[in-house]
């Protein structure tokens, strides 16, 4: 050669194992906040049946400990409050689904028709109900 030599390096790759989860700290609200939002990220991904009711049993039996009474009420107020909510939800879907079931516009043909709800979507609940008594009191004379 012309005297240039050409010197391979040659590149070594070190794996470092870490722990980030031990690095986390947890000094302010917003630390929390973060560590709450990553979690429940991570949660709302899971495809597992149950993962979120068992990771707040589970959170909750380990820092019992650590609440106050006034604590354990606050988290009871929003338990109620949650169910609540996810109880109308249910009955705001029940609604819809009856109403959907009694659209005679949208039925196939043979479909079965729930007339006492039709009526009673039309002229309120318990229609009808008023030519019971007054059969009961026709009976009654």
């Known amino acids: 050669g012309d005297g240039s030599d050409h010197v391979k390096i040659r590149e070594t790759t070190t794996v470092v194992e870490k722990d980030s ?3 986390l700290q947890l000094k302010t609200l917003k630390d929390v ?3 709450s939002e990553r979690c429940v990220g991570k949660l709302n991904d899971c495809r597992t049946k149950a993962a979120c009711f068992n990771f707040m049993r589970d959170t909750l039996r380990g820092i019992e400990g650590k609440l106050d009474q006034d604590e354990c009420t606050k988290l009871i107020k929003e338990l109620q409050t949650l169910v609540t ?3 109308q939800e249910k009955a705001e879907k029940d609604r819809n689904r009856k109403k959907q079931a009694t659209d005679v516009s949208q039925m196939k043909k043979g479909a079965k ?4 709800a039709e009526m009673d ?3 309120g609940d318990g ?3 008023y030519d019971d008594e007054y059969d009961e009191y026709a009976d009654f004379m």
Do not use: A, N, P, T
């Open 33 to 35: 906040e973060q560590l």
């Open 121 to 123: 979507m039309m002229y």
């Open 113 to 116: 028709v729930d007339y006492q």
């Open 127 to 129: 229609y009808g109900e």
């Open 85 to 87: 909510s996810k109880k």
């Open 21 to 23: 989860f031990e690095e």
